[in-house]
């Protein structure tokens, strides 16, 4: 892969690229996703865990989100650096200023944070902050829906246990309900977007094709982990997937970069490969 990563500090870009190269390993088993994800991972954490400079040890949500891959690596390696770093992540997630209400300060992107505490508190934490989680997860929903939440929402799901069944129906719910909402209005928005156009390539800007990116994998994903209904859901996912062609997708993330939002570019093909992974788990079901 010739992706370069941003070095200076664990970014966005730098989050969808490794998730997507996770998640085309494990649909694949490609190596050089993994070893790319590996290279990564040893650039930057060091023996006793902790990141390999100042700025990478500031938690902010975007590093968060590129450590969720932390998890995966260490199930792979049982490298003890990588639970190391899990652990110190963790701690700074429990620290975070938290309202009157006891809810993390939202700010934008919190959502991405979530996907990492939920695995946490599902491997080594007992599931004791669960009821934390789902509670600023719903009210999430009243500080505007972005289909980044509903990409997120899913991902929690999938970290955590059915074992504990109201807060997993709890989500599920959720999830079922701003799909839903949401649905009439992303169909439309596929269908005006690839009308007329050859193979029904989708013609919207970047920021709308990783929206569209987005609604598709968590579409998709929960189709194929039993959240929504293949016989209802799976087609709508896999249209609005189809209609980002490669050559469009490459097209709008360079349009992203000629706009100043060079973080986009890779945003927009990090979600295409989390997408693309999915489709290829759900067709081996």
């Known amino acids: ?20 190269c996770m998640q085309m390993y494990q649909a694949t088993g490609g190596r050089e996703y993994l070893e790319f994800i590996r290279k990564y991972l040893q650039a930057v954490i060091g023996e006793d865990g902790k990141m390999n400079s100042g700025d990478m040890e500031k938690l ?3 590093s968060v989100n590129t450590m969720k ?27 975070l200023e938290r309202d009157q209400h006891g809810n993390f300060i939202w700010e934008d992107g919190l959502e991405r944070l979530f996907p990492f505490y939920m695995e946490y508190e599902t491997r080594y934490h007992k599931k004791e902050n669960y009821n934390d989680i789902i509670t600023q997860l719903l009210n999430g929903r009243e500080k505007g829906f972005k289909t980044s939440y509903l990409m997120a929402l899913i991902d929690v799901i999938d970290a955590m246990s059915i074992e504990i069944f109201e807060h997993y129906k ?20 596929v269908k005006e977007q690839t009308k007329g156009m050859e193979e029904g390539e989708f013609v919207g800007n970047c920021m709308e094709v990783i929206s569209v990116l ?39 993330a360079e349009e992203g970069e000629s ?21 290829l788990m759900m067709q081996k079901q």
């Open 60 to 62: 902010n949500i975007d």
């Open 259 to 279: 706009n100043g939002m060079a973080d986009r570019k890779a945003e927009c093909i990090g979600i295409f490969m989390m997408a693309y992974a999915q489709k």
């Open 214 to 252: 987005e609604t598709a994998y968590a579409i998709i994903k929960a189709c194929r982990i039993g959240v929504l209904s293949k016989e209802k859901y799976e087609r709508t996912g896999l249209e609005a997937f189809r209609g980002i062609t490669a050559e469009r997708l490459f097209q709008s």
């Open 170 to 189: 709890t989500l599920e719910k959720c999830f079922k309900e701003e799909t839903k909402k949401i649905l009439p209005g992303f169909i439309r928005q």
């Open 1 to 20: 892969m010739g992706y370069e990563t941003n070095k200076k500090d664990f970014c966005c870009r730098d989050g969808c690229i490794l998730n997507g």
């Open 69 to 95: 891959v932390l998890f995966y690596i260490y199930d792979l390696t049982g490298e003890e650096k990588y639970a190391k770093a899990i652990g110190r992540i963790q701690d700074k997630i429990r620290g």
